[in-house]
């Protein structure tokens, strides 16, 4: 394992060294192949979902590269590397820590037969000298990068024609909680440390009965797997930059990047919210405008889960 910390810089190493403190996440998850592990953590999978749409994704690519950008304590890399056997998959993350129990993680799974895994503590956008991928995953990370734009760049330049990215990057709309708690957590100066977190959690408990912040805690994130470290990385995070969908496609736009489509297309069909007249103008509009009205009709969308495709 190589490491490139002299290399980040201020930002980079404020948030590196709160993964430090509360690596996401610790947590084992036993059955989780059967339980969480999606169609899109397949790169066949993907391809034969959009491949009616965009038939250049007929054509199969002889050796899979993949790349887990922000691969945090490895869920995700052994996602990866149950669903794409055969594949050499680089795993990197800019916190040691994170690395490290990701390499355990790996060390102890079925993982590690599968595909060939390397660890690297790195920032994503500064690799170099790499063949390029065909998959890369990043899940979770492009809302704590300073500048979006350098990610969705550097997506771009690390990606094999013909290849895929997976994107998932929390929603502003439905957060609307996390980011009220959030900044009052500022305005009362708590700290990114275990005693900031065990005072945001009493001031959200101690709240009185009926507060509508209060309960939605309670109803949300008051479960035991909702461990520590993912309380820390909501409600605590030294840099999170918001999203909605306008900024996100102002963003994508910016590369030769191509839309391919979102990972819960239900969620994005307006049928299940305008009906008639409404419905058949909505029809009219190009994909992205209708989007835009269900994410203002719908406030409890909480992430953009979506793959990019370059051409
Ligand atoms: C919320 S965690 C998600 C981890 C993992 N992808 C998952 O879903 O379980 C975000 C991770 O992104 C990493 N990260 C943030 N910026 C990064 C960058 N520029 N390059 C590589 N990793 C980065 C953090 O260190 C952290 O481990």
């Known amino acids: 394992m190589s490491n490139y910390l002299d290399d980040f810089d201020d930002v980079t190493k404020l948030v590196s060294s ?14 989780f192949l059967s339980d969480s592990c999606q169609w899109y953590w397949s790169l066949e999978k993907v391809h034969e979902v959009y491949s009616s749409v965009f038939p250049s994704l007929k054509r199969k690519f002889e050796s899979i590269r993949i790349l887990d950008a922000g691969c945090g304590t490895g869920i995700t890399t052994n996602y990866l590397a149950h669903q794409n056997p055969g594949s050499e998959i680089l795993a990197v993350d800019i916190s040691g820590e994170s690395i490290a129990i ?26 170099k000298n790499q063949e390029p991928f065909n998959y890369i995953n990043s899940y979770g990370v492009f809302n704590h990068l300073k500048d979006p734009l350098e990610g969705f760049f550097a997506l771009e ?26 900044e009052v957590f500022a305005m009362l100066e708590l700290d990114c440390n275990n005693n900031g977190l065990y005072l945001a959690k009493q001031l959200l408990e101690d709240l009185p009965k009926g507060n509508k912040l209060r309960a939605k805690f309670e109803e949300n994130f008051n479960h035991s797997f909702f461990s520590e470290e993912m309380f820390a990385d909501m409600f605590l995070h030294p840099l999170e930059t918001d999203f909605n969908l306008e900024r996100l496609f102002c963003l994508i736009k910016q590369t030769s990047l191509t839309f ?13 919210l305008l009906k008639g007249d409404l419905l058949e103008r909505a029809k009219q509009m190009s994909k ?18 979506f793959f990019l495709l370059k051409e």
Request: with cysteine.
């Open 260 to 272: 391919l489509g979102f990972s819960n297309s239900g969620l994005w069909d307006i049928s299940r």
């Open 102 to 127: 990701a390499t355990n993680r790996l060390s102890s799974s079925r993982g590690k037969e599968l595909c060939r895994v390397r660890f690297e503590q790195i920032d994503f956008m500064k690799i």
């Open 157 to 182: 330049s690390l990606l094999h024609k013909g290849g895929i990215a997976h994107v998932f990057i929390p929603a502003d709309s439905g957060r609307w909680l996390i980011r009220r708690a959030k």
């Open 18 to 31: 709160f993964y430090d403190q509360f690596p996401y996440y610790r947590g084992g998850y036993g059955d």
């Open 288 to 305: 992205e405008k209708r989007w835009r009205i269900i994410e203002k009709l719908d406030s409890e969308i909480g992430f953009y889960d």
